[in-house]
């Protein structure tokens, strides 16, 4: 389903909060999206709107049910949302990757009519940036912002500014003639380049949304999976 202008009064629309669980601060995103829209479709919104590369397998379980990527054991995805009849307050989860187990609630807060000549899906809300890919789900991703921000990130910072000093503010050259305290400064750049992914806590909803509207869910939906 494309990001197309809805041209006719009487479409449906549903309003839905989207949460990662199992981390803190919240990761969640409010998205609108047509009723008429396929469980595959959605898959492809929630990549888009997360922040996820849609390079893994996948599942919804809605109502007993488990919709599933074709290369699983389960229900097609082709279903329409409004099939489901979904009601107010209506919860189901999606879960991408099946070895990490990035697990979402998605939560049914309205239905509505669409608003003639706006475009969806559409992003109206989130907050808090998305893990990075294969970083070992929930626990392994904990772990790594722990460390980001520990002893050991503050040591390379410390090595990071001492050279800046000494090469860059002092003009002193020599500090790169030690091949062991290069190597330390090439490790410590390494390392701190590592750790930006886990520090990274903004969302840009005006982001997410330019990539609806150049149809990154569509992309997302039929990404390669693993």
Same mark, same amino acid.
């Given at each position: ?12 629309? !549903? ?13 969640? +995103? ?8 396929? !469980? ?66 998605? +939560?049914?807060?309205? +239905? ?105 869910? +569509? ?8």
């Amino acid at each position: 389903m494309k990001t197309i202008p809805i041209k006719a009064d009487t479409a449906s629309v !549903l309003q839905l909060k989207i949460r990662l669980l199992g981390i803190s601060p919240m990761v969640w +995103r409010r998205v609108v999206v047509a009723e008429e829209m396929s !469980l595959r479709d959605l898959h492809g919104v929630v990549q888009a709107v997360m922040g996820w590369d849609g390079i893994h397998l996948f599942e919804f379980n809605i109502q007993g049910a488990r919709y599933t990527s074709p290369n699983l054991c389960g229900e097609p995805t082709s279903k329409m949302l409004s099939a489901f009849r979904f009601r107010k307050n209506a919860k189901f989860r999606y879960i991408y990757d099946m070895g990490a187990w990035w697990e979402h609630e998605v +939560r049914v807060e309205d +239905r509505f009519t669409a608003v003639v000549g706006k475009r969806y899906p559409m992003c109206i809300g989130g907050a808090g940036a998305c893990p990075p890919e294969d970083c070992g789900g929930v626990h392994g991703y904990l772990a790594r912002r722990e460390e980001a921000t520990g002893l050991d990130a503050y040591n390379d910072l410390d090595t990071l500014i001492d050279f800046i000093d000494r090469a860059v503010l002092k003009g002193d050259p020599s500090v790169l003639d030690d091949e062991d305290q290069r190597w330390r400064i090439e490790m410590a750049v390494e390392r701190s380049g590592s750790r930006i992914p886990f520090l990274e806590a903004k969302f840009s909803r005006q982001a997410v949304n330019k990539g609806l509207r150049a149809d990154e869910h +569509r992309r997302l939906m039929h990404q390669q999976v693993m």
